[in-house]
């Protein structure tokens, strides 16, 4: 069984720019949630996704937003980046099916300049 | 509000020997789940071991078992026999259980050591 995919492992984005990245969940898994990690703040939750509808939220601006398909595969989006948002992104599937076993996808590497 | 606190920022250990990592948690929620995570340098987070508030039993995994002890709040991970593999970041990490509640507070982490 294939496990959390995240695509891309690595971007370097400008000030002001906005950028996507991607979480392809285990097989079977219908929720996905993301996670910001700073050495400054540690591991901080966005906010999480189950059959397409975002339901948790975490105390971050709007200029972070996310969505999820049909196929549970979710993007999460940040817009006007900072320099302040150079960071590890994590994204995390669980089944919610009896099991509370959470797994972490590689992550992907932001830097901002 | 839920808290998880690891006061042990780093640990050196001699390779063979048994570690115990401490996590102390907060929470006001009946039901939740406790969970274990390493973080090598390549940041990949791979879960080790999930322990039930409710759990009879303390949970192991190969090498890897949890010390809970639900009236002092702590859930402590236990490696035994350490390997080189097992150097590290640990992360301690809870949520409340119930549909719904996918979101994990973490700790700050151990960074973990094993010396040849």
């Known amino acids: 069984k294939a496990g959390v995919t995240q695509t891309p492992r690595y971007l370097i984005k400008t000030r002001g720019q906005q950028v996507t990245l991607s979480c392809s969940p285990i097989?079977?898994?219908?929720?996905v949630s993301w996670y910001q990690q700073t050495p400054g703040q540690g591991l901080q939750f966005l906010f999480e996704?189950?059959?397409?509808?975002?339901?948790n939220k975490g105390n971050f601006p709007g200029r972070f937003s996310g969505r999820q398909f049909s196929n549970s595969r979710s993007e999460m989006n940040v817009s006007t980046l900072e320099l302040g948002d150079s960071a590890l992104y994590l994204c995390?599937?669980?089944?919610?099916?009896?099991?509370?076993?959470?797994?972490f996808g590689p992550g992907t590497r932001l830097t901002v300049t | 509000a839920q808290k998880i606190t690891q006061t042990q920022p780093g640990m050196f250990v001699q390779e063979k020997e048994a570690v115990t990592l401490d996590c102390t948690y907060d929470?006001?929620?009946?039901?939740?789940?406790l969970f274990w995570y390493k973080q090598p340098s390549s940041g990949e987070m791979i879960f080790l071991i999930y322990?039930?508030?409710?759990?009879?039993q303390n949970a192991t995994e190969g090498r890897y078992s949890l010390n809970f002890q639900k009236a002092r709040k702590s859930a402590n991970l236990v490696i035994s026999a350490s390997q080189l593999g097992d150097s590290a970041m640990y992360f301690c990490?809870?949520?409340?259980?119930?549909?719904?509640?996918?979101?994990?507070?973490f700790g700050t982490g151990t960074r973990l050591t094993i010396i040849p």
């Open positions: 995390a599937s669980s089944s919610t099916g009896g099991t509370n076993e959470q797994y």
């Open positions: 322990q039930g508030s409710y759990d009879q």
């Open positions: 996704y189950f059959s397409e509808t975002q339901r």
């Open positions: 990490a809870m949520r409340r259980l119930g549909v719904g509640n996918e979101k994990l507070t």
């Open positions: 097989s079977g898994h219908r929720s």
């Open positions: 929470t006001s929620d009946p039901s939740y789940g």
